[in-house]
């Protein structure tokens, strides 16, 4: 076996808490390469998109013995680390692999081609078909273009990644990041602070069952799957340790109105699900603002410097734009081939596959 194959080595379970923390110091990772956020999605068969479709239950069933995060560090001879956490999809001999904004640089060491090149060679020696990227910077996907037989293309494209996101830049003076939102969303917070919610933060995952109808109401208001209760609560208990996800809840005379779930990486909040119970909300000043600025006041006390809105969500960005936030656009994945022929085949069998679940 070569020493390419065995650059990147796969990390045990029981070091992956270990890794977390590292990860929170470190401030180039992406929540998306967190253990905790893919160990919690891994009985869900993680964040497929959903197909409305009379196979839909066939093929949630059959994602969740299918979809497994797969954690690897990379050490080289001199002392620098790296660490990639890889979304393996498929059956042993048919299995792509989706690397979601990694690998992940640490301690300031960067992921250079050849490192990406080491990971390749993983990927063959696994019987992997095909290695999916995505990275913020189309400039560094491009480097990576030449390191073999790719295409800019999304080579899974039914495991969806950040196309866009909504940021809010925090700083440490809270009365300049209230400031920078329109007047609407200040004269919302105002308005909810006088209509005396209690706004309670909780990170035991039981606290999201009191929360969960919710997202019940909204569910069934809007016609939203926000997935399984069992889903989040698994996602809360794997970040409890490390203190990384929060729930907000905003209650009225002992009903709870609205939530929004936070988790957080070393510089970012990102708003994962949030809803607001238009019924129970009655003829009452909504609390949805009131309850963001609540978590963007906790991630600048925890040294955040962003807040992630999330995507522009259709109707919600009317009220998301209230934060007057920055939209970064994500740049096409790089898709490797790592076995040529089985990728060209996948390929041609995409439109097939997309035809029988969409």
Not at 235 to 251: D, F, G, N
Request: proline content about 6%; glycine content about 6%.
């Amino acid at each position: 076996m070569s020493s390419r194959v065995t650059a990147w080595r796969e990390i045990p379970k029981a070091e992956l808490g270990e890794w977390n923390q590292r990860l929170l110091r470190e401030p180039t990772a992406s929540i998306r390469q967190f253990p905790y956020l893919n160990e919690g999605h891994r009985v869900s068969g993680h964040i497929w998109i959903n197909f409305p479709t009379r196979y839909a239950a066939l093929i949630e069933w059959g994602r969740r013995w299918t979809t497994t995060p797969r954690y690897l560090v990379h050490h080289s001879s001199d002392g620098k680390t790296r660490f990639a956490c890889i979304v393996s999809i498929g059956v042993r001999g048919f299995r792509f692999g989706c690397i979601v904004d990694g690998p992940v640089m640490m301690d300031g060491c960067p992921v250079e081609p050849s490192v990406v090149h080491d990971l390749l060679a993983w990927a063959r020696h696994n019987n992997y078909v095909a290695l999916r990227l995505t990275h913020p910077s189309g400039a560094y996907l491009d480097a990576l273009a030449a390191l073999g037989n790719s295409d800019r293309t999304d080579g899974v494209p039914f495991y969806p990644y950040p196309i866009s996101e909504l940021y809010v830049n925090l700083s440490s003076d809270e009365a300049t990041v209230l400031a920078s939102f329109r007047t609407e969303a200040r004269r919302r917070i105002r308005q909810a602070g006088e209509a005396g919610y209690v706004i309670t933060v909780d990170q035991e995952p039981d606290a999201l069952e009191e929360a969960w109808p919710v997202f019940q109401g909204r569910s069934a208001q809007k016609q939203i799957s926000y997935r399984s209760l069992r889903l989040w609560k698994r996602i809360m208990s794997e970040a409890e340790p490390h203190q990384a996800a929060h729930l907000y809840t905003a209650w009225r005379e002992g009903v709870p109105i609205s939530a929004i779930l936070i988790l957080r990486d070393c510089t970012t909040a990102h708003n994962l699900i949030g809803a607001i119970d238009r019924d129970a909300l009655g003829d009452a000043p909504s609390p949805a603002c009131l309850l963001h600025w609540s978590a963007m006041r906790q991630a600048i006390k925890m040294g955040c410097s962003f807040y992630n809105l999330g995507t522009r969500s259709g109707s919600v960005y009317a009220f998301k734009a209230n934060f007057r936030p920055i939209e970064h656009n994500w740049p096409t994945p790089l898709t490797f081939a790592i076995r040529p022929q089985l990728y060209q085949i996948w390929r041609r069998l995409l439109p097939v596959v997309a035809g029988v679940v969409a």
